[in-house]
């Protein structure tokens, strides 16, 4: 069973730059689709950003498109989401979420089956 842990989230100003991270353990993660998914107060998790096993394909929600960059490094076991001109409407809690690559990319929760806790990502304006 595969283990996601998040890092790399803080506390920046409007304008600034973050990446995230989420390494796996327990299992390699290179064989699997991964994304990013966030949680902002009082709102629902929403998707960010997928990108398939290999690094082949990627899909972003419209919010972020132009802004934030999802990559992977399978030979670290890990998957990044570089976040540029963060806006404080990115605030929110940042999930990774991983499910198994032949199954595709997937932009719903219920797509995936292994999820981190989560990094708090707050933009101050």
């Known amino acids: 069973q595969a283990q996601l842990e998040e890092s790399g989230g803080g506390l920046v100003q409007g304008g600034d730059s973050l990446r995230l991270s989420c390494t796996g353990s327990?299992?390699?993660?290179?064989?699997?689709?991964m994304a990013w998914f966030r949680q902002g107060p009082g709102k629902e998790r929403e998707f960010v950003a997928t990108i398939t096993w290999n690094g082949g394909g990627t899909l972003y929600a419209d919010s972020v498109k132009g802004r934030f960059t999802i990559s992977r490094d399978n030979a670290k076991n890990t998957m990044y989401l570089q976040m540029n001109n963060l806006k404080p409407e990115d605030t929110a809690v940042y999930y990774c979420?991983?499910?198994?690559?032949?199954?595709?990319?997937?932009?719903?929760?219920?797509?995936?089956?292994?999820w981190g806790q989560g990094t708090q990502v707050t933009v101050s304006s």
């Open positions: 327990g299992r390699t993660v290179s064989t699997y689709a």
């Open positions: 979420a991983a499910r198994y690559g032949f199954l595709g990319m997937g932009l719903t929760e219920s797509e995936y089956r292994y």
